[in-house]
């Protein structure tokens, strides 16, 4: 079995970056703060403070463009917060939509669906594969309180039909990705990945940034942050 400090970006679909958000970690916990408490993920857009923090030249940006290049840029961003009185699970699946400004009927492109009153769509899978998702941890995330679960290696197997998602876990395995607060987990947008119950719920804030480097076709434009 892998050890989480083993995975890398590439062959494994994740790869933890020990401390890397430590020195903006009071400005995100300040940001935090402001943000409602009763949902377990709050879609964040047109928030001035937020858009500084993933700039290209920020620390967050900057880890990015160092994996996608020069155009990365960030297009969505959810934060997470689980608590003993949200103590929520996730199943095993594929993060399979992106959200744009509005709809435009696009071949490739669909079903469309409206979350939190943004528009979101599930693009082709190649799109998907070019992208980076980063998971910034607010608070520590051990053993006991509910760390994320990815399978290695499963974000190359493009888009898995429901149906086959527990085979391939089965195939693949699975590793918890720990954390301390600061640290950033990088993931292949396409790894398949849950999330359990926390044994010993604390809080969990987790802000979750998609990164992209490309455009979208016909007109559509990524929502951003």
């Given at each position: 079995?892998?050890?989480?400090?083993?995975?890398?970006?590439?062959?494994?679909?994740?790869?933890?970056?020990?401390?890397?958000?430590?020195?903006?970690?009071?400005?995100?916990?300040?940001?935090?703060?402001?943000?409602?408490?009763?949902?377990?993920?709050?879609?964040?857009?047109?928030?001035?403070?937020?858009?500084?923090?993933?700039?290209?030249?920020?620390?967050?940006?900057?880890?990015?463009?160092?994996?996608?290049?020069?155009?990365?840029?960030?297009?969505?961003?959810?934060?997470?917060?689980?608590?003993?009185?949200?103590?929520?699970?996730?199943?095993?699946?594929?993060?399979?939509?992106?959200?744009?400004?509005?709809?435009?009927?696009?071949?490739?492109?669909?079903?469309?669906?409206?979350?939190?009153?943004?528009?979101h769509v599930a693009p082709p899978a190649?799109?998907?594969?070019?992208?980076?998702?980063?998971?910034?941890?607010?608070?520590?995330?051990?053993?006991?309180?509910a760390p994320l679960l990815i399978s290695?290696?499963?974000?190359?197997?493009?888009?898995?039909?429901?149906?086959?998602?527990?085979?391939?876990?089965?195939?693949?395995?699975?590793?918890?990705?720990?954390?301390?607060?600061?640290?950033?987990?990088?993931?292949?947008?396409?790894?398949?990945?849950?999330?359990?119950?926390?044994?010993?719920?604390?809080?969990?804030?987790?802000?979750?940034?998609?990164?992209?480097?490309?455009y979208l076709p016909n007109r559509l434009?990524?929502?951003?942050?």
């Open positions: 079995m892998l050890a989480a400090d083993t995975l890398t970006l590439e062959p494994h679909g994740a790869e933890r970056l020990d401390r890397a958000a430590l020195a903006i970690l009071s400005d995100l916990l300040a940001l935090a703060a402001t943000l409602p408490t009763e949902r377990a993920g709050t879609r964040l857009h047109g928030i001035p403070a937020l858009t500084a923090l993933l700039a290209r030249d920020a620390a967050l940006g900057t880890i990015a463009s160092t994996r996608l290049g020069p155009h990365s840029r960030a297009v969505r961003a959810i934060l997470f917060d689980k608590t003993a009185d949200t103590n929520w699970a996730l199943g095993w699946h594929q993060d399979r939509v992106i959200a744009v400004r509005e709809r435009i009927e696009t071949p490739g492109y669909g079903p469309w669906s409206v979350k939190q009153n943004m528009v190649a799109l998907l594969a070019g992208m980076l998702t980063m998971r910034v941890h607010l608070d520590a995330v051990p053993a006991t309180n290695p290696g499963s974000h190359r197997l493009g888009r898995i039909a429901e149906d086959r998602i527990d085979a391939v876990v089965r195939d693949h395995g699975s590793v918890a990705c720990l954390a301390d607060a600061g640290d950033v987990w990088l993931y292949a947008t396409p790894v398949v990945h849950a999330s359990a119950l926390a044994m010993q719920p604390k809080r969990r804030r987790v802000l979750q940034i998609d990164f992209a480097a490309c434009e990524w929502l951003g942050v």
